[in-house]
């Protein structure tokens, strides 16, 4: 073969391999919004490789701002949950400080606004201790009178120290000397570099905070402060109008496990059937993901299940059972939380040679169905009204998926 007839086989292979690196680090910036050149070495060195065709890309699908720096590569996502299934998936996915970790509380993540403030103005190098005494005093300002710390208590201490850890994980700050937990135990400290250039990364708002204080007036509500943060500009012709439209359900398809038509505003619905085709296949060519089109709504699924911290089906006693549970209320409709419960009993005998040994011992039951639920209303597959036993579960659409039907005979030969 001569060299003239292998240029377009060399030149689609350079091609594919071009876009499977803008696909690797899109989805990467999906997942984890901030890279560094420290850590993320590979991913680093494609996202500024590809950053032109990348910021693209995010612009003109989502509205996204990309920045691009020497060390540190910044995806500005801007994404507020509306409608009750979108709003119920974002509060069961909090903060923690580490993987395994129990999640942020309100008073974590109040913590954690204190210290990047608190970090803004500190020197290049902190102590946790010293840290911890400035966030004391930022919490005595004006406009925090309902928020009290004292730092004087483990409880309190673990608090912060949740707050540290994720900014540790972000690259915020990096461990110099001394750990955390003889922090929490009163008997050390830690000392940490401060990291500027990623400090100045973490904010992520449609607008500047100090633009959004001048226009919100004396004591707006935390809820007022957020939706400002976010709001969008106003538009002034058709095609921004319509820019707007995809750039709203675009974050909601690449954000929530799934898209009830019933849930969103006119507009975005209307938008979004017309142009569902067209919409998911340009941003299912870019992310990998596979679109899946109901009558109901959308999702757009990972086939390698990297795209999300919550996985279905998963794997253990917890995983197996929510599983069985799903298929239950996939096939039957709505159930109370007595009978869930009631159903993990004889599951647990039932499986007993697999599931865990506590699984049968009383009570346990509470446990795995408590679980099991914040497992499928985090993904969008089912609603719960009312608390405690007599709480309902009603089955969403999306649910069905895990439905057990009866298998097809197609044919009747030898086996």
């Not at 579960?393 to 895990?402: E, N, S």
């Amino acid at each position: 073969m001569s060299p003239v007839d292998l240029a377009p086989s060399i030149s689609g292979a350079l091609e594919a391999r071009e876009a499977e690196g803008r696909t690797r680090v899109l989805r990467a910036l999906l997942v984890r919004p901030l890279l560094r050149a420290q850590t993320d070495g590979e991913l680093f060195r494609l996202a500024r490789r590809h950053a032109e065709a990348l910021r693209g890309w995010f612009d003109r699908e989502t509205g996204w701002r990309l920045v691009v720096e020497s060390q540190t590569v910044r995806l500005l996502t801007s994404y507020v949950p509306h409608g009750t299934t979108a709003t119920a998936v974002a509060e069961r996915h909090p903060a923690r400080g580490r993987k395994g970790d129990p999640p942020f509380t309100r008073r974590r993540y109040v913590l954690l606004c204190l210290a990047l403030a608190v970090l803004e103005r500190s020197d290049p190098q902190i102590s946790l201790g010293r840290l911890a005494e400035d966030v004391v005093l930022a919490a005595r300002q004006p406009g925090l009178d309902g928020v009290a710390f004292t730092l004087s208590g483990r409880e309190e201490r673990s608090d912060l120290v949740a707050a540290i850890r994720l900014l540790l994980g972000y690259g915020v700050l990096v461990r110099v000397a001394g750990d955390e937990e003889s922090y929490v135990s009163a008997d050390g400290d830690a000392l940490y570099d401060v990291d500027r250039r990623v400090l100045a990364a973490i904010l992520s708002t449609s607008h500047g905070p100090g633009l959004v204080g001048a226009a919100l007036g004396p004591a707006p509500t935390i809820d007022r402060i957020e939706a400002t943060l976010h709001e969008p500009p106003p538009t002034y012709t058709d095609e921004e109008s319509t820019r707007r439209l995809r750039h709203a359900v675009s974050r909601r398809l690449l954000c929530d496990p799934v898209v009830y038509y019933d849930e969103l505003p006119d507009d975005e619905r209307n938008y979004l059937v017309g142009q569902r085709v067209q919409l998911t296949r340009r941003l299912a060519e870019a992310t990998g993901m596979v679109a899946e089109l109901r009558a109901e709504g959308i999702a757009l699924v990972d086939p390698d299940d990297q795209l999300t911290d919550t996985r279905m089906p998963e794997q253990g006693t917890d995983g197996h059972a929510t599983l069985l549970l799903a298929e239950q209320l996939a096939d039957s409709g709505p159930a109370d939380v007595a009978s869930l419960r009631r159903q993990v009993t004889r599951l647990a005998k039932d499986n007993a040679a697999y599931w865990r040994r506590t699984s049968q011992e009383p009570g346990a039951e509470n446990a795995i169905v408590a679980g099991a639920l914040d497992r499928l209303v985090g993904l969008g597959l089912v609603r719960v009204t009312g608390e405690g036993p007599d709480a309902v579960v009603h089955p969403l659409p999306a649910l069905r998926r895990f439905a057990v039907a009866a298998p097809t005979i197609t044919s009747r030969g030898a086996r």
